[in-house]
């Protein structure tokens, strides 16, 4: 006699499957329409579907839609929580991101960092959001090709804010590729990013972070 157990198991394993993918596959509001359709369609005419059963089914399937988007909400702040506790160990840190910017506050300022092409007498000019100059710095660089932090000492009274700051090279050519460097001072979710604080509203997008420092 032939044993019909590997058919049994066969059939076992393949409508585990289809369980298994149908509970994957949420239905739409259109198959759920179809389906209903069919049902209208398909109805014995000598002893139609109770009306009522049609909207017990709509009803059930709006508290599916509606548990499925709860879900989905849920996933997205546990997901948000996350990105916001891995990021916490950026606090207090220096980081380095593509920019032009130094953000002030309560008299300290973050920094500017660019690579001289040479050696020479360079300046920084300061400029505020109306882009009125506000100081101008002289940097005496040393050596070419090596990194160079222009730590700005705002003067006294000078605001809070975002201010702009332009190399000039010894011909008076801006420097191009400066970078903005400063400690993280709090970190926050702006539309599902993690930003970094730097401090006198100037923020950087922790995707944007090129190096990261003591």
């Known amino acids: 006699m032939l044993s019909t157990t590997p058919q049994t198991t066969a059939a076992a394993s393949s409508a585990n499957s289809s369980v298994s993918q149908a509970s994957v596959a949420m239905p739409t509001a259109q ?7 069919a049902e209208v369609k398909n ?3 000598t002893s139609p579907t109770d009306p009522t059963q049609y909207i017990t089914e709509m009803t059930g399937f709006s508290q599916l839609q509606q548990l499925s988007e709860i879900n989905s909400e849920l996933s997205n702040m546990l997901r948000s ?3 916001l506790q891995s990021s916490a160990a950026f606090i207090g840190r ?3 991101a593509q920019g032009s910017s130094i953000g002030v506050a309560q008299g300290n300022a973050s920094s500017i960092v660019f690579t001289p092409a040479a050696a020479g007498d360079y300046q920084a000019v300061i400029t505020d959001s109306a882009g009125r100059q506000v100081d101008s710095v002289k940097l ?6 090596v990194p160079f932090t222009f730590s700005w000492e705002p003067p006294s009274g000078t605001a809070d804010g975002i201010y702009t700051v332009t190399v000039l090279a010894p011909g008076g050519t801006p420097v191009s590729g400066l970078n903005e460097r400063g400690a993280v001072k709090s970190i926050q979710l702006v539309n599902g990013a993690v930003v970094l604080n730097l401090g006198g509203g100037l923020t950087v997008p922790i995707s944007a972070v090129s190096a990261v420092g003591a």
């Open 94 to 96: 220096q980081v380095t």
């Open 140 to 145: 005496t660089v040393t050596a070419a090709g």
């Open 31 to 37: 198959d759920f329409l179809q389906i209903l359709l």
């Open 81 to 83: 929580n996350n990105s």
């Open 43 to 45: 109805q014995d005419p």
